[in-house]
C-alpha cells in the first residue's frame, strides 16, 4: 500500500511538473491594461469588460451580495451556540476512534458566508485588486479552514490549525501585494481555485463514504439517540420533519459544484462581462444553498436515527494526492484561460 501511495504522489507531482513546463505562455497584447476602479480610481485586476454597463454590473453585483447577506444572516442564527437544537438534530463526524459533533464545522461554514458577503460588499465599492485584497483572501481562508476541519476530523486537534491559516493569509496578501500586474491577480486567481476544486472533491469522498458504511454497517452502527428513548419517540410521533441520512450532503456537493464552475467560466473568458456575471450568479445559486445545508444539518432528524458522517480512514498520501490534483486543475483552468486569450488576440490580428 505504500509502495502504491509513493507511485500514485510520484505520477501526480510528474503531471504537474509537465504540466507548469508547458504552461502557455501569454502573447503580446493579450494582457489587456489594468482598468480603473470607479470609486478609489486604484489600478483592478482586470482590464475592461467587454460590452460593460455599469447598472447590470452593480445591479447583479448588488443582488449578489444581498442575497449572500441574508444566507450568512441565517446561518449565523442556526449556528449560534444558544440556538436550540435538538439533540435528534445532531450530526458528527467519525474518524474510527472519535465522534465529534459538526457543530464547529457549521459554524466555520457560516462564517464563510458572512465573509463572502463582505467581499461581495468590498468588491462593490472597491473593485477586484490589491485594496480588496484585505477581504477577498478571507473568502478564501475560511474554505482552507473547511478543508483543515474535515482533514482533522472535524475538530480543531492542535495549535497547527491556526498556524497553518496565519501562514496561508500572510503568503497569500504578502505575494499578492509584492507582485506587479498581471502575476499578482493570476496568483490569487490559482489560490482560490485550488481550494474551490478541493471543497467539492472532499465534499463528495465525505459523501460517498458515509453511503458505503451505512450500506455496509449501518444496521450495526450505535443510533443517534438512546435505546431506551425510541419507544418514547414512537410514542408521541417526534419525528415530523425526516430525510435519508446523508443526503443533506448532496445541497453541500452541489453549492461548491456551482461555485467552482462559475469560476472557472470567469477564469476562460477574463475579459468578458457575461462571463463575470454568470459568475456573480453563481453565488446567488450556491449560497443560499450553502445556508440549506446547515438549516437541513440543524434541523432535521435522519429517518434512520443515524446521523453520523463517515470520515474515510485514508493514509496520507491520499491527502497529498488530493492537494496536488487540486493545484493541477487550478493551473489548468488559468492555462485554458492563456490560451483563450492568446486566440482573442490572433483573431483581432486577422481582423486588421
Same mark, same amino acid.
Given at each position: 500500500?505504500?509502495?502504491?501511495?509513493?507511485?500514485?504522489?510520484?505520477? *501526480?507531482?510528474?503531471?504537474?511538473?509537465?504540466?507548469?513546463?508547458?504552461?502557455?505562455?501569454?502573447?503580446?497584447?493579450?494582457?489587456?491594461?489594468?482598468?480603473?476602479?470607479?470609486?478609489?480610481?486604484?489600478?483592478?485586476?482586470?482590464?475592461?469588460?467587454?460590452?460593460?454597463?455599469?447598472?447590470?454590473?452593480?445591479?447583479?453585483?448588488?443582488?449578489?451580495?444581498?442575497?449572500?447577506?441574508?444566507?450568512?444572516?441565517? *446561518?449565523?442564527?442556526?449556528?449560534?451556540?444558544?440556538?436550540?437544537?435538538?439533540?435528534?438534530?445532531?450530526?458528527?463526524?467519525?474518524?474510527?476512534?472519535?465522534?465529534?459533533?459538526?457543530?464547529?464545522?457549521?459554524?466555520?461554514?457560516?462564517?464563510?458566508?458572512?465573509?463572502?458577503?463582505?467581499?461581495?460588499?468590498?468588491?462593490?465599492?472597491?473593485?477586484?485588486?490589491?485594496?480588496?485584497?484585505?477581504?477577498?483572501?478571507?473568502?478564501?481562508?475560511?474554505?482552507?479552514?473547511?478543508?483543515?476541519?474535515?482533514?482533522?476530523?472535524?475538530?480543531?486537534?492542535?495549535?497547527?490549525?491556526?498556524?497553518?491559516?496565519?501562514?496561508?493569509?500572510?503568503?497569500?496578501?504578502?505575494?499578492?501585494?509584492?507582485?506587479?500586474?498581471?502575476?499578482?491577480?493570476?496568483?490569487?486567481?490559482?489560490?482560490?481555485?485550488?481550494?474551490?476544486?478541493?471543497?467539492?472533491?472532499?465534499?463528495?469522498?465525505?459523501?460517498?463514504?458515509?453511503?458505503?458504511?451505512?450500506?455496509?454497517?449501518?444496521?450495526?452502527?450505535?443510533?443517534?439517540?438512546?435505546?431506551?428513548?425510541?419507544?418514547?419517540?414512537?410514542?408521541?410521533?417526534?419525528?415530523?420533519?425526516?430525510?435519508?441520512?446523508?443526503?443533506?450532503?448532496?445541497?453541500?456537493?452541489?453549492?461548491?459544484?456551482?461555485?467552482?464552475?462559475?469560476?472557472?467560466?470567469?477564469?476562460?473568458?477574463?475579459?468578458?462581462?457575461?462571463?463575470?456575471?454568470?459568475?456573480?450568479?453563481?453565488?446567488?445559486?450556491?449560497?443560499?444553498?450553502?445556508?440549506?445545508?446547515?438549516?437541513?444539518?440543524?434541523?432535521?432528524?435522519?429517518? *434512520?436515527?443515524?446521523?453520523?458522517?463517515?470520515?474515510?480512514?485514508?493514509?496520507?498520501?491520499?491527502?497529498?494526492?488530493?492537494?496536488?490534483?487540486?493545484?493541477?486543475? *487550478?493551473?489548468?483552468?488559468?492555462?485554458?484561460?492563456?490560451?483563450?486569450?492568446?486566440?482573442?488576440?490572433?483573431?483581432?490580428?486577422?481582423?486588421?
Amino acid at each position: 500500500m505504500r509502495f502504491k501511495g509513493s507511485h500514485a504522489v510520484i505520477a *501526480s507531482i510528474a503531471v504537474l511538473g509537465a504540466l507548469i513546463f508547458f504552461f502557455p505562455e501569454p502573447k503580446a497584447g493579450s494582457i489587456p491594461p489594468q482598468e480603473k476602479s470607479r470609486f478609489t480610481g486604484y489600478p483592478a485586476w482586470h482590464g475592461t469588460w467587454q460590452g460593460i454597463d455599469p447598472f447590470i454590473l452593480d445591479a447583479s453585483a448588488g443582488f449578489s451580495v444581498l442575497v449572500g447577506g441574508i444566507a450568512g444572516f441565517l *446561518s449565523i442564527i442556526w449556528t449560534n451556540p444558544s440556538y436550540p437544537i435538538s439533540v435528534k438534530c445532531i450530526t458528527s463526524f467519525y474518524d474510527g476512534s472519535h465522534v465529534t459533533p459538526t457543530t464547529l464545522f457549521n459554524r466555520v461554514l457560516a462564517y464563510y458566508l458572512l465573509f463572502t458577503h463582505f467581499a461581495g460588499t468590498a468588491f462593490l465599492i472597491l473593485d477586484l485588486g490589491k485594496l480588496w485584497l484585505t477581504f477577498g483572501v478571507l473568502h478564501n481562508a475560511w474554505e482552507v479552514a473547511l478543508l483543515l476541519l474535515l482533514f482533522m476530523g472535524g475538530r480543531v486537534k492542535s495549535q497547527w490549525y491556526f498556524i497553518i491559516l496565519f501562514v496561508y493569509i500572510f503568503i497569500v496578501v504578502l505575494l499578492s501585494v509584492l507582485l506587479p500586474w498581471p502575476f499578482d491577480a493570476i496568483f490569487f486567481k490559482w489560490q482560490g481555485l485550488c481550494s474551490d476544486f478541493a471543497l467539492p472533491m472532499v465534499f463528495t469522498i465525505l459523501y460517498i463514504n458515509t453511503r458505503k458504511y451505512l450500506r455496509n454497517y449501518g444496521t450495526d452502527t450505535i443510533p443517534l439517540v438512546l435505546i431506551e428513548d425510541v419507544d418514547e419517540v414512537e410514542k408521541h410521533g417526534l419525528f415530523p420533519t425526516t430525510f435519508e441520512h446523508p443526503k443533506q450532503l448532496i445541497p453541500l456537493i452541489f453549492a461548491s459544484v456551482v461555485h467552482t464552475g462559475g469560476n472557472i467560466l470567469a477564469t476562460w473568458f477574463l475579459q468578458s462581462l457575461k462571463a463575470f456575471l454568470v459568475f456573480q450568479f453563481c453565488y446567488i445559486i450556491s449560497y443560499p444553498i450553502y445556508a440549506y445545508y446547515i438549516y437541513l444539518d440543524t434541523h432535521y432528524e435522519s429517518a *434512520s436515527l443515524i446521523k453520523r458522517y463517515y470520515l474515510p480512514k485514508r493514509p496520507l498520501w491520499k491527502d497529498v494526492v488530493i492537494g496536488i490534483w487540486s493545484i493541477v486543475m *487550478s493551473l489548468s483552468m488559468i492555462a485554458i484561460g492563456v490560451i483563450i486569450c492568446n486566440n482573442d488576440v490572433k483573431d483581432n490580428i486577422n481582423d486588421m
